[in-house]
């Protein structure tokens, strides 16, 4: 099985190019950093007042590139996935939002707060661990303060209009940019499913990556028609055709109120899936050339949900085989992978503690947010490989000094030479207050032990070079 973290997150650096080796041995300083206290307020992170000063004078820098700084992770990431052959590639976005007027930040929803979006494309093995391998693309976006106004002749064309933007305009171009430039890094040595939840339901992604002969499973809607005079919709198609496979699923808790997605219990639910093969005529709105496109749909349901849950329905699109129980079975597991995507957010926004920089503009925040992508993703990794049936070892995610700092750290943890990658994950969490009768660790507590641990590395490393240089 594929190795899928890094021993640190400084390494996710190396062989940055900013065009200036001045600036190159900057970040490397500062990654070193960031890895040992990635939720600490950037004051917190450096010692001195000159390397703050420093700090802020890099984020600040015109000549800093962003993309540039986040490539070695991004190319360190696509060489996971070409190790690991077939991978699924959850692409998603999140909105980060900032109190205070910072200049080049757009409206984040009704809310008084500015903001912008970062899509993402998190890369995982496609077997039944899903473990990250790290992010291969990453956009951002902001929105426009005024709609954009249509002349009176696009109103004539397409009454329509007035509802979608040009495609060229359209915030769903992110999609197909995202699995173009993850494939474009990964290369021919591995194969890719993308998968996405229902904000990538659009007809124009949905024909660009079946003429790209890209492999999918997006969400969808089962109101979409099947012929052009809107007697038919995907939906009933579906019903026509009886459940061929039953399957238990265990679904995670989930409890966000502000998130679009209802709160749930953890449980099991029992699952039946249908498919069939559809052809979705071009609506009338769509700006793309394609007058239609083929793909198979399958629907995943839960007929008897437990009283009070809301019922799981899925509607997903694919370009993958429907012709067996097996191949069935595999596109409903490619889609719940998408799930991990949502848990690299809230490593990033809680874990890291993104949404709480104090810095004053968009560039100087997607130059933070490069920071500390790298270190959100080595967080999930730990989190998922500890939280696997099948136990691995404590080298997966850790090396022999890193076991070293957490059997000081976290006396009460048993970490002999046996530990598992789970017994890591508990004396991470023990170190940030995490009490073990209270279940697995939240991303809070587990970030908070993390910055603790990950800056004692530091000074343990330190100490060892010192006594080796006597």
């Known amino acids: 099985m594929v190795r899928p973290i890094a021993s640190n997150v400084e390494a996710e650096f190396r062989g940055v190019t900013l065009g200036d080796k001045r600036l190159d041995r900057r970040l490397e300083k500062i990654s070193k950093r960031v890895a040992a206290a990635p939720a600490a307020a950037f004051p917190k992170m450096v010692p001195t007042v000159g390397e703050r000063e420093a700090l802020y ?63 993402f494309s998190l890369a995982l093995t496609a077997d039944e661990h899903r473990a990250p391998l790290g992010t291969v693309a990453v956009s951002t976006l902001v929105r426009p303060d005024k709609p954009i106004a249509w002349t009176a002749e696009e109103k004539r064309r397409n009454r329509k209009i007035t509802r979608h933007k040009r495609r060229e305009d359209k915030q769903s171009a992110r999609w197909i940019e995202g699995v ?31 003429q790209g002969k890209h492999r999918f499973v997006i969400r969808g809607s089962g109101d979409r028609w099947i012929d052009s005079r809107g007697d038919r919709n995907v939906q009933a198609a579906l019903e026509e055709h009886r459940a061929t496979v039953f399957r238990k699923v265990p679904l995670s808790r989930r409890q966000n109120l502000k998130s679009r997605h209802p709160w749930r219990a953890e449980r099991e639910a029992a699952l039946h899936i249908h498919a069939t093969s559809v052809s979705l005529p071009r609506p009338n709105h769509a700006q793309h050339e394609s007058r239609k496109v083929d793909l198979n749909v399958v629907r995943v349901f839960e007929p008897r949900p437990p009283k009070g849950e809301v019922p799981i329905e899925w509607i997903l699109y694919t370009s993958e085989t429907i012709d ?30 993104f949404e709480k920089r104090q810095l004053e503009s968009f560039d100087s925040l997607r130059r933070a947010l490069a920071l500390l992508v790298p270190a959100a993703w080595h967080l999930l990794a730990i989190r998922v490989v500890a939280r696997w049936p099948t136990k691995r070892p404590a080298s997966d995610i850790v090396d022999e000094t890193q076991l070293a700092v957490l059997r000081v750290l976290a006396p009460d943890v048993p970490l002999t030479s046996r530990a598992t990658a789970r017994d890591v994950m508990l004396a991470v969490a023990a170190i940030g207050g995490h009490v073990k009768q209270n279940g697995d660790p939240g991303w809070l507590v587990l970030g908070r032990g993390y910055e603790d641990f990950q800056r004692a590395e530091l000074v343990w490393r330190a100490a060892q070079r010192a006594n080796d240089r006597k």
């Open 324 to 353: 067996t129980q097996e191949a069935l079975a595999s596109v409903v597991d490619h889609y719940r992978s998408r799930w991990y995507a949502e848990e690299f957010f809230k490593a990033l926004k809680t874990g890291c503690g």
């Open 57 to 119: 004078r890099f984020l600040e820098n015109e000549r800093v590139d962003w993309v540039a700084m986040l490539e070695p992770h991004l190319m360190a990431s696509a060489t996971r996935c070409r190790a690991a052959g077939l991978v699924r590639i959850a692409h998603d976005t999140s909105w980060f939002s900032f109190n205070g007027d910072r200049d080049g930040l757009g409206p984040v929803g009704v809310s008084k707060r500015r903001g912008f979006a970062g899509h």
């Open 180 to 210: 173009r430039l993850a494939e474009q890094r990964i290369g021919p040595d591995a194969a890719c499913i993308h998968v996405m939840d229902q904000e990538a339901d659009d007809f124009a992604l949905l024909a660009d990556l079946s």
